[in-house]
């Protein structure tokens, strides 16, 4: 079965850092590109990241030079590390495989990341 | 960068037909993609490329794109529909390369 599962999330203060981590089962993170995806608190999906499978990543503009996707093959894990973050990083976020650079599919059950003082 | 147009809510009674929306330029040369998320719960794609169904999903389910407008159809409407309902897109011409929806809460009367 194809299954992703998040954890890391937790209350940190604005300005801290934290990393996220994402692990798959029933495929190979390397070999798919992936993503993040984070939802604010009653408010719609927003794309976060995307690591391909040749390692090139992309950012948000709201993210960029803040966070850094990543995985490790030999865990078959993929990561976010958050640097800098802000009130307005607060939101459950998500890793999906993305397929055929299109579409995500399946999505992991998210966690959730709340930055407050 | 690239824009998607959802209407914010929709009603349906049960049993009738749904349409959601999603509007963007020339949306129709791009290939649409929708997800339902049920309150507390991940995001679960419905339709990919414009209109194909993922196994496992009713084929009540359908999608359309041309133009300017993407719509996604539900038929036969079930009070386990109610949901929100999320157009996507992979805009790779733009550094933004993937853009949401703002969402659609589908509400069965």
């Known amino acids: 079965e194809v299954q992703l599962v998040e954890s890391g999330g937790g209350l940190i203060q604005p300005g801290g850092s934290l990393r996220l981590s994402c692990a798959a089962s029933?495929?190979?993170?390397?070999?798919?590109?992936m993503s993040w995806v984070r939802q604010a608190p009653g408010k719609g999906l927003e794309w976060v990241s995307v690591?391909?499978?040749?390692?090139?990543?992309y950012y948000a503009d709201s993210v960029k030079g803040r966070f850094t996707i990543s995985r490790d093959n030999s865990k078959n894990t993929l990561y976010l590390q958050m640097n800098s973050l802000r009130a307005e990083d607060t939101a459950v976020y998500y890793c999906?495989?993305?397929?055929?650079?299109?579409?995500?599919?399946?999505w992991g059950q998210g966690t959730l990341v709340t930055v407050s003082s | 960068s690239y824009v998607l147009t959802q209407p914010p809510s929709v009603s349906v009674a049960p049993g009738q037909t749904a349409r959601i929306t999603c509007g963007g330029n020339?949306?129709?040369?791009?290939?649409v993609h929708w997800y339902q998320q049920k309150p507390g719960q991940a995001p679960v794609l419905v339709v990919y490329?414009?209109?194909d169904r993922p196994s496992g999903i009713p084929e009540r389910f359908s999608g359309s794109n041309s133009g300017n407008t993407a719509t996604l159809t539900i038929s036969r409407v079930e009070a386990g529909d109610e949901a929100d309902y999320y157009c996507?897109?992979?805009?790779?011409?733009?550094?933004?390369?993937?853009?949401f929806g703002g969402g659609t809460k589908l509400t069965v009367l």
């Open positions: 029933g495929f190979t993170v390397s070999s798919n590109y």
């Open positions: 999906a495989r993305v397929v055929d650079l299109n579409w995500f599919d399946p």
């Open positions: 690591i391909y499978s040749g390692g090139s990543t």
């Open positions: 020339n949306i129709g040369s791009k290939s």
């Open positions: 996507q897109v992979w805009d790779s011409s733009s550094d933004h390369c993937v853009v």
């Open positions: 490329d414009d209109s």
